[in-house]
Protein backbone atom coordinates (compact mmCIF):
# COMPACT_ATOMS: atom_id res chain seq x y z
CA UNK A 1 0.00 0.00 0.00
CA UNK A 2 2.43 2.39 1.06
CA UNK A 3 4.40 1.68 -1.90
CA UNK A 4 2.07 2.33 -4.93
CA UNK A 5 1.44 5.65 -2.58
CA UNK A 6 5.30 6.51 -2.76
CA UNK A 7 5.05 5.20 -6.28
CA UNK A 8 1.58 7.98 -7.25
CA UNK A 9 3.27 10.79 -5.05
CA UNK A 10 6.87 10.18 -7.41
CA UNK A 11 4.89 9.95 -10.88
CA UNK A 12 2.89 13.09 -9.99
CA UNK A 13 5.99 15.31 -8.31
CA UNK A 14 8.22 13.92 -11.44
CA UNK A 15 5.83 15.20 -13.72
CA UNK A 16 5.49 18.42 -12.38
CA UNK A 17 9.21 19.18 -11.83
CA UNK A 18 9.56 18.12 -15.45
CA UNK A 19 7.32 20.45 -16.85
CA UNK A 20 8.67 23.00 -15.14
CA UNK A 21 12.04 22.27 -15.94
CA UNK A 22 10.51 22.77 -19.64
CA UNK A 23 9.16 26.11 -18.30
CA UNK A 24 12.16 27.23 -17.70
CA UNK A 25 14.82 28.45 -20.27
CA UNK A 26 18.90 29.53 -20.33
CA UNK A 27 18.77 31.39 -23.06
CA UNK A 28 15.73 32.76 -25.39
CA UNK A 29 16.27 34.78 -29.13
CA UNK A 30 14.31 36.36 -31.23
CA UNK A 31 14.24 37.14 -35.12
CA UNK A 32 12.12 39.93 -34.91
CA UNK A 33 7.87 40.12 -34.42
CA UNK A 34 7.02 41.15 -37.95
CA UNK A 35 6.17 37.81 -39.99
CA UNK A 36 4.05 37.75 -42.63
CA UNK A 37 1.70 35.22 -42.98
CA UNK A 38 1.68 35.09 -46.78
CA UNK A 39 5.45 35.08 -47.22
CA UNK A 40 6.19 32.42 -45.06
CA UNK A 41 6.46 29.75 -47.75
CA UNK A 42 8.07 26.20 -46.47
CA UNK A 43 11.55 27.11 -47.60
CA UNK A 44 12.03 30.20 -46.28
CA UNK A 45 10.33 28.67 -43.05
CA UNK A 46 13.11 25.93 -43.05
CA UNK A 47 15.49 27.97 -43.70
CA UNK A 48 14.58 30.72 -40.83
CA UNK A 49 14.07 27.37 -38.34
CA UNK A 50 17.58 26.60 -39.55
CA UNK A 51 19.21 29.82 -38.52
CA UNK A 52 17.21 30.28 -35.09
CA UNK A 53 18.61 26.85 -34.47
CA UNK A 54 22.44 27.57 -35.31
CA UNK A 55 21.70 30.52 -33.15
CA UNK A 56 20.39 28.93 -30.23
CA UNK A 57 23.59 25.94 -30.23
CA UNK A 58 26.29 28.81 -30.53
CA UNK A 59 24.81 30.27 -27.62
CA UNK A 60 24.02 27.70 -25.63
CA UNK A 61 28.02 26.28 -26.91
CA UNK A 62 29.20 29.58 -24.64
CA UNK A 63 27.11 28.83 -21.56
CA UNK A 64 27.46 25.18 -21.84
CA UNK A 65 31.54 25.91 -21.36
CA UNK A 66 30.88 27.72 -18.07
CA UNK A 67 31.12 31.60 -20.30
CA UNK A 68 29.01 34.00 -19.17
CA UNK A 69 25.49 35.01 -20.44
CA UNK A 70 27.13 38.12 -22.09
CA UNK A 71 29.36 35.66 -24.31
CA UNK A 72 25.67 33.14 -25.05
CA UNK A 73 23.77 36.99 -26.05
CA UNK A 74 26.98 37.86 -28.42
CA UNK A 75 27.57 34.45 -29.81
CA UNK A 76 23.22 33.79 -30.91
CA UNK A 77 23.32 37.47 -32.44
CA UNK A 78 26.34 37.60 -34.40
CA UNK A 79 24.80 34.46 -36.00
CA UNK A 80 21.96 36.05 -36.79
CA UNK A 81 23.35 39.20 -37.87
CA UNK A 82 25.16 37.32 -40.34
CA UNK A 83 21.98 35.25 -42.22
CA UNK A 84 20.61 37.90 -44.23
CA UNK A 85 16.75 36.64 -43.62
CA UNK A 86 17.32 38.93 -40.42
CA UNK A 87 16.84 42.50 -40.40
CA UNK A 88 20.36 43.05 -38.64
CA UNK A 89 24.30 42.44 -40.10
CA UNK A 90 23.85 40.78 -43.43
CA UNK A 91 20.17 41.28 -43.68
CA UNK A 92 19.58 45.18 -42.64
CA UNK A 93 16.58 47.04 -44.39
CA UNK A 94 17.21 50.52 -46.11
CA UNK A 95 16.58 53.66 -45.04
CA UNK A 96 14.35 55.84 -47.67
CA UNK A 97 17.68 57.37 -48.71
CA UNK A 98 18.84 53.64 -49.87
CA UNK A 99 21.28 53.38 -47.38
CA UNK A 100 21.85 50.73 -44.54
CA UNK A 101 22.25 52.26 -41.06
CA UNK A 102 22.66 49.51 -38.34
CA UNK A 103 21.66 49.64 -34.45
CA UNK A 104 23.07 47.25 -31.58
CA UNK A 105 22.67 47.26 -27.94
CA UNK A 106 24.40 44.92 -25.02
CA UNK A 107 23.18 45.21 -21.08
CA UNK A 108 24.98 43.05 -18.54
CA UNK A 109 22.06 42.66 -15.74
CA UNK A 110 24.29 41.74 -12.55
CA UNK A 111 26.80 44.83 -13.40
CA UNK A 112 24.14 47.28 -15.06
CA UNK A 113 26.98 47.91 -17.63
CA UNK A 114 25.41 48.89 -21.00
CA UNK A 115 27.02 49.27 -24.49
CA UNK A 116 24.98 50.48 -27.87
CA UNK A 117 25.87 51.81 -31.40
CA UNK A 118 23.97 53.70 -33.41
CA UNK A 119 23.52 54.61 -37.18
CA UNK A 120 26.69 52.44 -38.18
CA UNK A 121 27.48 51.51 -41.81
CA UNK A 122 29.89 50.23 -42.27
CA UNK A 123 30.45 47.25 -39.21
CA UNK A 124 29.75 43.63 -40.27
CA UNK A 125 28.54 42.44 -36.36
CA UNK A 126 27.16 46.25 -34.95
CA UNK A 127 26.87 43.55 -31.58
CA UNK A 128 30.35 43.27 -30.88
CA UNK A 129 30.73 46.69 -31.10
CA UNK A 130 28.37 47.72 -28.37
CA UNK A 131 30.22 45.12 -26.65
CA UNK A 132 33.56 46.53 -26.83
CA UNK A 133 31.92 49.81 -26.12
CA UNK A 134 30.45 48.89 -23.43
CA UNK A 135 34.07 47.23 -21.83
CA UNK A 136 36.59 49.13 -23.62
CA UNK A 137 35.39 52.90 -23.33
CA UNK A 138 34.30 55.15 -21.15
CA UNK A 139 30.32 55.88 -23.12
CA UNK A 140 27.45 53.86 -23.16
CA UNK A 141 26.27 55.06 -26.67
CA UNK A 142 28.22 55.87 -29.47
CA UNK A 143 26.76 56.99 -33.17
CA UNK A 144 27.95 57.31 -36.94
CA UNK A 145 31.25 57.80 -37.64
CA UNK A 146 32.40 58.59 -33.93
CA UNK A 147 31.63 54.66 -33.54
CA UNK A 148 33.09 53.47 -36.51
CA UNK A 149 36.56 55.47 -35.72
CA UNK A 150 36.73 53.93 -32.11
CA UNK A 151 35.97 50.35 -34.11
CA UNK A 152 39.15 50.65 -35.99
CA UNK A 153 40.64 50.54 -32.84
CA UNK A 154 38.86 47.79 -31.25
CA UNK A 155 39.48 45.39 -34.34
CA UNK A 156 35.95 44.98 -35.54
CA UNK A 157 35.69 44.09 -39.17
CA UNK A 158 34.60 46.81 -41.35
CA UNK A 159 33.23 45.97 -44.36
CA UNK A 160 32.39 47.81 -47.45
CA UNK A 161 28.58 49.24 -46.94
CA UNK A 162 27.59 47.35 -50.15
CA UNK A 163 28.18 44.15 -48.04
CA UNK A 164 24.29 45.03 -46.73
CA UNK A 165 22.52 45.28 -49.97
CA UNK A 166 20.54 42.28 -50.70
CA UNK A 167 17.75 42.09 -53.26
CA UNK A 168 14.93 41.21 -51.28
CA UNK A 169 15.44 44.57 -49.01
CA UNK A 170 16.04 46.29 -51.81
CA UNK A 171 12.56 45.16 -53.00
CA UNK A 172 10.99 46.14 -49.89
CA UNK A 173 11.98 49.75 -50.08
CA UNK A 174 10.61 49.91 -53.45
CA UNK A 175 7.42 49.28 -52.15
CA UNK A 176 7.23 51.02 -49.15
CA UNK A 177 8.79 54.02 -51.81
CA UNK A 178 5.40 53.52 -53.69
CA UNK A 179 2.91 53.60 -50.84
CA UNK A 180 4.49 56.47 -49.89
CA UNK A 181 3.80 58.22 -53.22
CA UNK A 182 0.43 56.82 -53.18
CA UNK A 183 0.06 58.74 -49.26
CA UNK A 184 -0.03 55.56 -47.64
CA UNK A 185 2.99 56.48 -45.36
CA UNK A 186 1.67 54.91 -41.95
CA UNK A 187 0.70 51.58 -43.73
CA UNK A 188 4.63 51.45 -45.31
CA UNK A 189 5.57 52.53 -41.97
CA UNK A 190 3.69 49.74 -40.23
CA UNK A 191 4.97 47.37 -42.38
CA UNK A 192 8.52 48.10 -42.51
CA UNK A 193 9.91 46.84 -39.45
CA UNK A 194 10.81 42.88 -38.77
CA UNK A 195 13.38 40.85 -38.46
CA UNK A 196 15.47 42.68 -36.10
CA UNK A 197 17.28 40.19 -33.66
CA UNK A 198 17.98 39.85 -29.61
CA UNK A 199 18.97 37.26 -27.26
CA UNK A 200 18.25 36.96 -23.48
CA UNK A 201 20.79 34.35 -21.24
CA UNK A 202 21.35 33.22 -17.98
CA UNK A 203 24.35 31.82 -16.97
CA UNK A 204 25.41 29.12 -14.57
CA UNK A 205 26.23 31.83 -11.86
CA UNK A 206 22.75 33.74 -11.90
CA UNK A 207 23.76 36.46 -14.39
CA UNK A 208 21.38 38.05 -16.95
CA UNK A 209 22.27 39.62 -20.20
CA UNK A 210 20.48 41.15 -23.13
CA UNK A 211 21.10 42.70 -26.80
CA UNK A 212 19.42 43.65 -29.76
CA UNK A 213 20.75 44.61 -33.08
CA UNK A 214 18.66 46.01 -35.80
CA UNK A 215 18.49 47.85 -39.31
CA UNK A 216 15.40 49.49 -37.93
CA UNK A 217 12.67 50.25 -40.09
CA UNK A 218 12.19 50.17 -43.95
CA UNK A 219 12.46 53.59 -45.63
CA UNK A 220 13.28 55.25 -42.16
CA UNK A 221 14.46 58.71 -42.22
CA UNK A 222 18.24 59.59 -42.86
CA UNK A 223 19.47 59.70 -38.76
CA UNK A 224 16.41 58.33 -37.20
CA UNK A 225 17.13 56.02 -34.43
CA UNK A 226 15.12 53.48 -33.20
CA UNK A 227 14.79 51.67 -29.62
CA UNK A 228 17.06 48.79 -29.89
CA UNK A 229 20.30 50.62 -29.20
CA UNK A 230 18.81 52.64 -26.33
CA UNK A 231 18.74 51.37 -22.77
CA UNK A 232 15.61 50.58 -21.47
CA UNK A 233 13.60 50.91 -24.42
CA UNK A 234 14.51 48.04 -26.89
CA UNK A 235 17.27 46.38 -24.69
CA UNK A 236 17.70 46.16 -20.55
CA UNK A 237 18.95 43.63 -18.01
CA UNK A 238 19.11 43.73 -14.28
CA UNK A 239 19.48 41.20 -11.77
CA UNK A 240 16.09 39.61 -12.06
CA UNK A 241 15.07 40.45 -15.79
CA UNK A 242 16.87 40.72 -19.40
CA UNK A 243 14.58 41.73 -22.16
CA UNK A 244 15.21 42.50 -25.82
CA UNK A 245 12.47 43.50 -28.04
CA UNK A 246 11.36 43.96 -31.48
CA UNK A 247 8.35 46.15 -33.38
CA UNK A 248 7.84 49.48 -34.43
CA UNK A 249 10.32 51.29 -31.91
CA UNK A 250 8.63 54.73 -31.81
CA UNK A 251 6.21 53.02 -29.75
CA UNK A 252 9.23 51.06 -27.42
CA UNK A 253 10.82 54.15 -26.97
CA UNK A 254 7.62 56.37 -25.53
CA UNK A 255 7.02 53.61 -23.08
CA UNK A 256 10.44 52.26 -22.33
CA UNK A 257 9.40 48.86 -22.54
CA UNK A 258 12.12 47.09 -21.80
CA UNK A 259 13.10 49.05 -18.67
CA UNK A 260 8.94 49.01 -17.73
CA UNK A 261 8.76 45.40 -18.12
CA UNK A 262 11.80 45.05 -15.69
CA UNK A 263 10.46 47.54 -13.13
CA UNK A 264 7.17 45.46 -12.84
CA UNK A 265 9.43 42.30 -12.96
CA UNK A 266 11.72 43.50 -9.96
CA UNK A 267 10.38 46.22 -8.16
CA UNK A 268 6.85 45.74 -8.58
CA UNK A 269 7.11 41.81 -8.43
CA UNK A 270 4.52 40.64 -10.50
CA UNK A 271 4.36 37.72 -12.39
CA UNK A 272 6.79 38.21 -14.93
CA UNK A 273 4.56 36.86 -18.06
CA UNK A 274 2.13 39.33 -16.72
CA UNK A 275 4.16 42.15 -17.01
CA UNK A 276 5.65 41.50 -20.32
CA UNK A 277 1.94 40.66 -21.70
CA UNK A 278 1.02 43.84 -19.96
CA UNK A 279 3.79 45.81 -21.46
CA UNK A 280 3.80 44.41 -25.00
CA UNK A 281 -0.20 43.79 -25.62
CA UNK A 282 -2.09 46.43 -23.78
CA UNK A 283 0.24 49.40 -23.12
CA UNK A 284 2.23 49.72 -26.77
CA UNK A 285 -1.08 49.01 -28.64
CA UNK A 286 -3.28 51.32 -26.85
CA UNK A 287 -0.74 54.55 -28.25
CA UNK A 288 -0.73 52.38 -31.64
CA UNK A 289 2.12 50.97 -31.90
CA UNK A 290 2.64 46.84 -32.15
CA UNK A 291 5.56 44.15 -31.73
CA UNK A 292 7.08 41.92 -29.20
CA UNK A 293 9.55 41.15 -26.80
CA UNK A 294 11.61 38.10 -25.57
CA UNK A 295 12.12 38.43 -21.47
CA UNK A 296 14.21 36.03 -18.74
CA UNK A 297 13.90 35.88 -15.58
CA UNK A 298 16.53 34.50 -12.70
CA UNK A 299 14.95 31.61 -12.14
CA UNK A 300 15.05 30.66 -15.90
CA UNK A 301 10.95 31.99 -16.50
CA UNK A 302 10.76 33.18 -19.68
CA UNK A 303 7.82 35.32 -21.70
CA UNK A 304 7.51 35.65 -25.80
CA UNK A 305 4.66 37.89 -26.20
CA UNK A 306 3.93 39.26 -29.43
CA UNK A 307 0.60 41.05 -31.16
CA UNK A 308 1.59 40.47 -34.76
CA UNK A 309 0.91 37.34 -37.30
CA UNK A 310 4.26 35.83 -35.78
CA UNK A 311 7.71 36.39 -34.07
CA UNK A 312 10.68 34.34 -34.90
CA UNK A 313 11.99 32.98 -31.73
CA UNK A 314 13.84 29.81 -29.53
CA UNK A 315 15.06 29.05 -26.61
CA UNK A 316 17.22 26.78 -25.02
CA UNK A 317 15.57 24.50 -21.89
CA UNK A 318 17.86 24.16 -18.73
CA UNK A 319 18.09 20.44 -19.56
CA UNK A 320 19.89 21.90 -23.29
CA UNK A 321 16.44 20.72 -25.37
CA UNK A 322 16.28 23.36 -27.96
CA UNK A 323 12.84 24.85 -29.65
CA UNK A 324 12.22 27.12 -32.36
CA UNK A 325 8.77 28.77 -33.46
CA UNK A 326 7.32 31.02 -35.81
CA UNK A 327 3.53 31.54 -35.16
CA UNK A 328 1.36 32.05 -32.26
CA UNK A 329 0.95 28.71 -29.84
CA UNK A 330 4.22 27.55 -31.50
N1 LIG B 1 12.44 47.95 -33.20
C1 LIG B 1 13.19 48.12 -34.43
C2 LIG B 1 13.26 49.60 -34.72
O1 LIG B 1 12.27 50.28 -34.59
C3 LIG B 1 12.58 47.41 -35.58
C4 LIG B 1 12.18 45.97 -35.33
O2 LIG B 1 12.21 45.50 -34.22
O3 LIG B 1 11.83 45.28 -36.29
O4 LIG B 1 14.29 50.06 -35.15
Known amino acids: MYRKFATIVLAVFGVAAMSQAADRAV ?9 IKREMNPGTQKAIRAALTKALEQGYAQLKAGKPALDAVTAAIAVLEDDPHFNAGKGAVFNHDGKNELDAAIMDGATLRAGGVANVHRVKNPILLARSVMEHSPHVLMFGDGAE ?49 GAVALDKDGRLAAGTSTGGMTDKRFGRVGDSPIIGAGTYANAGCAVSGTGWGEFYLRTVAAHEICMRVSEM ?7 AEYVINTEIPKLGGDGGAIVL ?34
Do not use: C
Open 149 to 197: EFAKTQAIALVDPKYFWTEKRWQELQDALKQDAAGQHADAEKEGHFGTV
Open 27 to 35: LVIHGGAGV
Open 297 to 330: GADGEFATPFNTEGMFRGWVEQSGKIHVAIFPGE
Open 269 to 275: HQPLKQA
